[in-house]
């Protein structure tokens, strides 16, 4: 899908540094420019205040590493964060208790079924699988190093914070909106209790959840948070060191396999880089060392991704050489002084 709407567009190299500000900011204009008007998708309605977001808000960030930002379009319209949340409070767990326990407890592989799946724990024995579903999100979340659960609420807020590079606040009404219909998430943590996997209460697990996914950022503050993990773990805009970079590798590799959930493998072949949906209509997608693109438009997918978002994302990989996979051939020279002295 995304290759044939780009054939247009000039594939470049993922070799090297992004493009001079300049020339990065037309090109955010121009992908921007290009699906503005694209009406395909619906908006989430499951949770009853996500209807009523417009779906002709489009907003479009790249930041980089060295902490500049190029945006087009709504990139000041706030919007609750959702499943977003959950890569940056693996990083944190990662950071916290290490790669080896937060494999065991909680897993990395796709579970090739929706988010909020069910039947996922059940055929995996209680095992989540990975993180980016919602059954392995609480999960991670219980996993928070804390006192008690406000106390765990507060470290929770204030590392995805220090990702945005200011402070986060929920938004009050999409808080109580999800509350009172969480009913899935609040059984999957019962779920997970009954197969000792939750070692925390279930629903003071889910309410910290449900209160982490009602955050309320930008798409402005989804390409400074992305960008963080692209920068080892530094945030290029604040300074401060984060997490770990071994932290920030865990939580990419995680987000190549499973971060669009059943659609995973279509957008690592089609785009090439570690991303993050919510169904606010939010998704961040991450070049190491380069930098990230931070996307907020309403209409989703069936699998419940932006479509503007992926399509944005798309001509952004291809446009400025992002997709990991991209690259041209060694020069000759090079080549050869490499064979040199081979048998």
């Not at 977003?84 to 090739?112: M, P, Q, W, Y």
């Not at 991670?140 to 507060?154: K, M, N």
């Amino acid at each position: 899908m995304f290759e044939t709407d780009l054939r247009d567009v000039v594939q470049r190299s993922a070799t090297g540094a992004l493009p001079s500000g300049a020339e990065v900011d037309e090109i955010v204009a121009r992908a921007h420019a290009r699906y503005a008007g694209l009406d395909e998708g619906d908006v989430a309605d499951y949770i009853p205040i996500l209807a009523e977001a417009d779906p002709a808000w489009f907003g479009l960030a790249l930041v980089g590493v060295d902490g500049g930002a190029h945006v087009a379009g709504d990139v000041g319209v706030a919007f609750s964060i959702q499943s977003i949340s959950k890569a940056f409070v693996f990083a944190l767990v990662c950071d916290e208790l290490g790669h080896e326990l937060v494999h065991e407890r909680v897993g990395v592989n796709n579970t090739g079924l929706p988010f909020n799946s069910v039947i996922a724990l059940e055929l995996n024995d209680g095992s989540p699988m990975n993180s980016m579903v919602n059954a392995g999100a609480i999960a991670t979340t219980a996993l928070v190093p804390a006192a008690d659960d406000e106390d765990r609420w507060r470290r929770v807020r204030e590392g995805l914070s220090r990702f945005a590079g200011r402070r986060l606040d929920v938004d009050d009404e999409v808080y109580r909106s999800e509350s009172l219909t969480n009913h899935r998430n609040r059984a999957l943590a019962r779920l997970l209790q009954s197969y000792d996997r939750l070692d925390a209460d279930p629903d003071a697990t889910v309410d910290v959840y449900t209160r982490q996914c009602s955050l309320a950022v930008t798409a402005r503050d989804l390409g400074v948070m992305g960008a963080t993990l692209a920068d080892g773990g530094v945030n290029p805009v604040t300074g401060e060191r984060v997490v770990s970079a071994e932290a920030c590798r865990d939580t990419l590799a995680l987000l190549a396999s499973c971060g669009l959930y059943e659609r995973s493998g279509e957008w690592l072949f089609e785009i090439g880089l570690p991303a993050k949906s919510g169904v606010s209509g939010g998704l961040v997608a991450v070049a190491p060392g380069k930098g990230a693109v931070g996307a907020f438009s309403p209409l989703l997918d069936p699998a419940g991704n932006s479509v503007r978002g992926q399509r944005a994302c798309a001509h952004l990989s291809r446009s400025l050489g992002l997709n990991l996979f991209a690259s041209d051939p060694a020069p000759a020279a090079a080549v050869a002084s490499t064979n040199e002295g081979v048998a």
